[in-house]
């Protein structure tokens, strides 16, 4: 038997944090130093009418984040504005060109989900001179406008948010299964990376290393780390299309089909 080493979490039963340097604004931590060797992924509500910064910023590496509930404008590093809407995916580079602060413009909360490829990272605020004008490199897209994939079975698809097209340490997509289709055949499979998933609707099985199953519906996160403890099946168990969210921190990883003794 070998040791299951995923971590399979309800959305709803992790603690909200508020930032000291962001009031009004809530996170759900779904992966941090905690548990991940090499991402950092959470939730993020604004209440209503909140800023995340009164100046716009940025980070020392790049970051991907999806709305999720609600509307939000987001300011670039030069001060241009932009609007968010639930579905819309932007990915920010590091460094001043990815410079971004968001308001919520909704009467309710906006929650967006945030990723990050790696654990440490800086902050830091962007301030430009007046009249200043920065070049703006954040990649804005809304996911209806990104083409789909097909991948080994003609029943599961794929969108990617971000790869290496766009992308220097990060990968993500969003993948749908039809009812009672699997990916990768029938047996489980580990990868040579960690792997981040969160369901985002429909039902779900999903089978670990020692053939055990766990159960997966909406708001379902499992994080699956590199290696046989990591290995992982997942089947659709709804009567229409399951779709989730997923994320691994490197561009190319292999896949190992787990046959276990």
């Known amino acids: 038997m070998t040791e299951m080493t ?11 944090r508020t930032p000291a340097i962001a009031p009004g604004i809530l996170v759900k931590p779904l992966l941090d130093e905690s548990n991940s060797v090499s991402m950092r992924v959470g939730l993020m509500s604004w209440s209503a009418g909140s800023k995340s910064q009164t100046q716009p910023h940025y980070h020392s590496v790049e970051e991907l984040q999806l709305v999720l509930q609600g509307h939000a404008t987001l300011t670039d590093c030069s001060g241009d504005k932009y609007a968010l809407n639930p579905g819309t995916v932007f990915l920010c580079p590091p460094g001043v060109e990815g410079a971004h602060a968001i308001e919520n413009t909704s ?9 990050y490829p790696r654990q440490d990272y800086d902050t830091v ?6 009249g200043q004008r920065l070049h703006n490199r954040i990649l804005l897209r809304n996911i209806e406008d ?4 097909l991948q080994r079975s003609p029943k599961v698809r794929t969108k990617r948010l971000c790869d290496e097209r766009n992308a220097d340490h990060l990968v993500a997509g969003i993948m749908w299964w039809d009812p009672g289709s699997r990916l990768d055949g029938l047996q489980p499979h580990c990868h040579s990376v960690e792997e981040f998933q969160l369901v985002l609707y429909g039902n779900a099985t999903l089978t670990d290393c020692n053939r055990d199953e766990h159960p997966l519906r909406e708001g379902v996160m499992f994080h699956c780390p590199a290696g046989l403890g990591g290995v992982h099946g997942i089947e659709n168990t709804s009567d229409f299309p399951m779709s989730l969210l997923f994320a691994y921190p490197a561009q190319e990883f292999e896949t190992t089909t787990y046959l276990p003794d």
Not at 108 to 113: E, K, N, R, Y
Not at 125 to 130: F, N, R, S
Request: aromatic share 6%.
């Open 125 to 130: 605020k962007c301030a430009p001179a007046e």
């Open 107 to 115: 009467d309710f909360p906006m929650t967006l989900l945030f990723i």
């Open 6 to 16: 995923i971590i399979v979490k309800d959305v709803n039963d992790i603690a909200l």
């Open 146 to 149: 990104i083409a789909v994939e």
